[in-house]
Every structure is written in structure tokens, then in C-alpha cells.
Nanobody
Framework: QVQLVESGGGLVQAGGSLRLSCAAS????????MGWFRQAPGKEREFVGV???????YYLDSVKGRFTISRDNAKNTVYLEMNSLKPEDTAVYYC????????????WGKGTLVIVSS
């Protein structure tokens, strides 16, 4: 089992920045990829970005150039640095772990709320 705990959400003005953290515990050696997702009020959950392998990363087009995923393997923690935030970035942000690299995420955190005010 893998446990994931997100933190770092909060209220920020448009144009501001936040850094989210996702701390993993348990059988972390079994993780192939770590992804970030978000769910805005009244909308379906959407993919934001993912990191896998030595340092591969991929992002949703609308966050490219504004969001950056990084990892601290020693701390079993993945970060989502969010800059130039927009009101449409308001959502609950979740991290998730993919064991096999299939793109099907096996473990999920409970999420952290990000509110961007205009």
C-alpha cells in the first residue's frame, strides 16, 4: 500500500504562486509515476501533469509554462509549483501514484484546495 498526503493549498490572488506537496509513504518503491490532477467545482477531474522515470514530465497544455512538477526522492515527496495562477485554476488538487506505468492510478491522496481570487 501507498499513502499520499497533499498539502500547500490555500487562497491566492490571480497572478500569484503556490507550491503543493505530495508526501508518499508505505511501499513507495513500487511507484512508477506520480501524477497531479484537479477537480473544479461542478466539473470532472482532469489531469494536470505527471512525472516518471529518472525525470520525465508531461503537462496539461493549459498549465505548460506555469506549472512545474519536481521530486525529492530522499523525502518521497513530489511538488507542484504553480505560478501565474488564474481564477480558472481554482480546484481541489490531488496527487496519485501509478504502480505499473499503465496510466491507471492506483493510489490517491485526499486533495488540497486551491482558490485563486480575481
Amino acid at each position: 500500500q501507498v499513502q499520499l498526503v497533499e498539502s500547500g493549498g490555500g487562497l491566492v490572488q490571480a497572478g500569484g504562486s503556490l507550491r503543493l506537496s505530495c508526501a508518499a509513504s508505505g511501499r513507495t518503491f513500487s511507484i512508477y509515476a506520480m501524477g497531479w490532477f484537479r477537480q473544479a467545482p461542478g466539473k470532472e477531474r482532469e489531469f494536470v501533469g505527471v512525472t516518471w522515470g529518472s525525470d520525465s514530465r508531461y503537462y496539461l497544455d493549459s498549465v505548460k509554462g506555469r506549472f512545474t512538477i519536481s521530486r525529492d526522492n530522499a523525502k518521497n515527496t513530489v511538488y507542484l509549483e504553480m505560478n501565474s495562477l488564474k481564477p480558472e485554476d481554482t480546484a481541489v488538487y490531488y496527487c496519485a501514484a501509478d504502480k505499473s506505468g499503465s496510466g491507471s492510478y492506483d493510489y490517491w491522496g485526499k486533495g488540497t484546495l486551491v482558490i485563486v481570487s480575481s
